[in-house]
Nanobody
Framework: QVQLVESGGGLVQAGGSLRLSCAAS????????MGWFRQAPGKEREFVVA??????????YYADSVKGRFTISRDSTKNLVYLQMNSLNPEDTAVYYC?????????????????????WGQGTQVTVSS
């Protein structure tokens, strides 16, 4: 059973930075795509970014809204995934969820039905003040 635990959310001013962490267990970390989704008040949960190790390298895929500002990374030795968020703006305010899916590419995580996500974290609140 996939288990994910996020940490690192909080309150930050516009233009600031935060780093989220996700500790994963219960699945073969290297064979799953790992990612982050977010849900703002009154909106549906949306894809943010995903990462997947291929045979020769690590592949990432970002939503256009965060490209150039957010960076995902993973530490396979510790089963950790990180989301570095820079240049935050109030539109980034949301609950951020770590997710894991047994898909071949990080792009797949962006398009599969969310019911096919194998595991979700409990969520961590990120609030960006203007």
């Amino acid at each position: 059973q996939v288990q994910l635990v996020e940490s690192g959310g909080g309150l930050v001013q516009a233009g600031g930075s935060l780093r989220l962490s996700c500790a994963a267990s219960g699945h073969t970390f290297s064979t799953y795509a790992m990612g982050w989704f977010r849900q703002a008040p009154g909106k549906e949960r949306e894809f943010v970014v995903a990462i997947k190790r291929s045979y020769i390298n690590v592949i990432t895929y970002y939503a256009d809204s965060v490209k150039g500002r957010f960076t995902i990374s993973r530490d396979s030795t510790k089963n950790l995934v990180y989301l570095q968020m820079n240049s935050l703006n109030p539109e980034d305010t949301a609950v951020y969820y770590c997710a894991a899916a047994p898909v071949a590419t990080p792009q797949s995580m962006a398009v599969i039905p969310q019911g096919q996500i194998a595991g979700w974290g409990q969520g961590t609140q990120v609030t960006v003040s203007s």
